[in-house]
């Protein structure tokens, strides 16, 4: 998620507006990548009459060179310092056919300059190069302003907006994601379509349950990953002195049989079968090993809920936070605050979401009554401006529910590892997860600008949006 981006630019011009305007933009916007860190790829400046992309030659010129480097280009940068044309953008991009994000950036006049030499009119322009966008249906996104200087501020944090959606959707349409274990069979809220996923480039991979659980019986408890495992668990969290030490073993060789399976496999997230078979057949709860895997930024979704784990990599990847998503479930309204609902799972928050003042227990499970489950984070989260979000399937596209909201702290405290979130309308969310067929699992990130990104990365793969008030 963090390699260097690299941008194919495309920068217009048309012929009557003057081609000194294009060749500034083109500095200015290889001056502005240069100073931002980003790499770039683009045709030679004497490869066309200007140095810009006009005419369909010129798209020809420009898609080779970008054919060239497709190994490499994550995104496309459209920069119109003139007018534009819109054959050589469009032209350029079906030619290429790369299939990344495109942003869209025209350069404003100065009031006082809008002569025959000076006058670039790319606020017209913009609307032609964007109604073929449309035309062809190529996914774009926007700037803040419809037209904005290339040296300006607002336009860096544009490109900066950009780059993460670059990687949202890069990361998603290359992303392999497990499925450990069977879906609960009374949920089919957790169906899930592999071939769907696959449309967007995500695979799945399977593996039984079974396979998991018997290669953590296999270790040897002297082994140095047994042991390092174990030291790890003692440093995660308190430890209640009932708990024996054959069961923070079991817990220590189930994470090291998932972990080993997930590096084994390449796998990005995961869904995890987390009840009841772990609890009966071999003897602990999953939610630690889950969490520590969230730890290490592989999120992992309870129930093997793959469109969860989907949501989750979308979610932190949108972010480019430092800690994992909450996966949770949306669960109860707040006894007296008003707006305020609980964001709620059994114990599989990663432990750096944990509130400051508070340090995690690594409890007995709090809903399933099998003994021995023990293996649950309990703690109550860092307050904080969060994003909360959920994809969903319908009947062959996809949607995506996102809302902005606060973890404030307020009591009850409650078991397992949980956030009370205040939001504008909670209603509003309610109805519009009913109405729009949203599961009872959700995703909680602490990244209010999560949201924006996530919006521009379904955007870019067609999904739908569905805001929360």
Request: proline share 4%; charged share 25%; aromatic share 8%.
């Amino acid at each position: 998620m963090e390699s260097k981006m690299t941008f194919g630019l495309i920068v217009g011009t048309r012929g009557f507006f003057s081609p000194r305007l294009a060749a500034e933009g083109r500095k200015q916007l290889a001056a502005k990548l240069d100073a931002l860190g980003y790499d770039y790829v683009i045709p030679p400046e004497d490869a066309t009459a200007t140095g810009a992309i006009e005419t369909v030659a010129d798209a020809q010129k420009c898609a080779r060179v970008f054919h060239e480097h497709r190994e490499e280009i994550q995104g496309i940068i459209v920069a119109l310092p003139n007018f534009g044309d819109e054959i050589g953008v469009i032209n350029t991009l079906r030619l290429a056919n790369l299939d990344v994000p495109v942003l869209v950036q025209a350069s404003d006049d100065d009031i006082d300059k809008v002569d025959v030499e000076n006058r670039r009119d790319s606020f017209c322009g913009k609307l032609s190069v964007c109604n073929n966008l449309y035309q062809y249906d190529i996914p774009f996104t926007d700037t803040t302003y419809h037209t904005c200087a290339i040296e300006s501020d607002v336009f860096e944090s544009d490109i900066e907006f950009f780059a993460k959606v670059c990687r949202v959707v890069n990361g998603l349409r290359n992303a392999r994601i497990g499925a450990i274990g069977a879906r609960p069979g009374p949920f089919q809220t957790m169906r899930f379509s592999e071939k769907l996923l696959q449309t967007s480039g995500i695979t799945v991979v399977t593996v039984d349950l079974s396979e998991i659980l018997f290669a953590a019986q296999r270790l040897d408890d002297e082994a140095s990953e047994v042991k390092g495992k174990l030291e790890e668990i003692r440093d995660y969290g308190t430890i209640p002195e009932r708990v024996n030490e054959e069961r923070i073993l079991r817990q220590a060789k189930l994470s090291v049989a998932i972990e080993n399976w997930v590096s084994e496999n390449i796998i990005q997230a995961a869904g995890v079968q987390c009840w009841t078979s772990v609890q009966e057949n071999y003897g602990c709860a999953a939610c630690l090993s889950m969490s520590m895997m969230g730890e290490k930024l592989i999120p992992c979704a309870c129930e093997v809920d793959v469109y969860g784990a989907a949501t989750m990599l979308a979610a932190w990847g949108a972010g480019l936070a430092r800690t994992s998503p909450h996966f949770i479930d949306w669960t109860e309204l707040h006894p007296t605050q008003e707006n305020v609902w609980l964001a709620w799972h059994c114990g599989n928050a990663p432990v750096s979401l944990c509130d400051t003042e508070c340090r995690a227990c690594i409890n007995q499970h709090s809903i399933i009554p099998i003994r021995p489950a023990w293996g649950t984070l309990e703690f109550k989260e860092k307050t904080g401006p969060v994003t909360c979000c959920r994809l969903a399937e319908y009947d062959g596209f996809f949607s995506m529910f996102i809302g902005r909201g606060e973890v404030i702290d307020v009591a009850p405290r409650v078991r397992g590892s949980y956030a009370w979130v205040k939001v504008a309308d909670v209603m509003d969310w309610e109805h519009k997860m009913v109405e729009h067929g949203i599961i009872h699992h959700g995703v909680l990130i602490h990244d209010p600008a999560a949201g924006d990104g996530l919006e521009s990365f379904c955007k870019s793969l067609g999904i739908d949006v569905v805001r929360g008030v």
